[in-house]
Nanobody, 124 residues
Framework: QVQLVQSGGGWVQAGGSLRLTCAAS????????MGWFRQAPGKEREFVAA????????YYADSVKGRFTISRDNAKNTVYLQMNSLKPEDTAVYYC?????????????????WGQGTQVTVSS
């Protein structure tokens, strides 16, 4: 089992920045990919970004490319999501997730473990 604990998030004005943190514990050696997803009210959960746990590969949704940066610190078993130039449409609950099997990174159903979620609110 892998446990994911999120921190960060909150409220910010449009154009501002926030950083989300996701700390993993447990059987972290089994992780292949870490991802961030978000879910706005009345909408489905959508992919935001992902990073390979052991390789230098990152992936982003088109809507956040150039504004968000995903990174990891394997020594701390932690993944970060730096969010810059935030827009009101970025408002959502953000979830970190971990998957054991490498492959598709953008599908929420393919992830095995989830964090508790954290609210990000961007005001115009």
């Amino acid at each position: 089992q892998v446990q994911l604990v999120q921190s960060g998030g909150g409220w910010v004005q449009a154009g501002g920045s926030l950083r989300l943190t996701c700390a993993a514990s447990g059987r972290t050696f089994s992780i292949s990919t870490m991802g961030w997803f978000r879910q706005a009210p009345g909408k489905e959960r959508e992919f935001v970004a992902a990073i390979s746990w052991y390789a230098d590969s990152t992936y982003y949704a088109d809507s956040v490319k150039g504004r968000f940066t995903i990174s990891r610190d394997n020594a701390k078993n932690t993944v970060y999501l730096q969010m810059n130039s935030l827009k009101p449409e970025d408002t959502a609950v953000y979830y970190c997730a971990a998957r054991r099997i490498s492959g598709s990174y953008a599908y929420a159903n393919d992830y095995d473990y989830w964090g508790q979620g954290t609210q990000v609110t961007v005001s115009s």
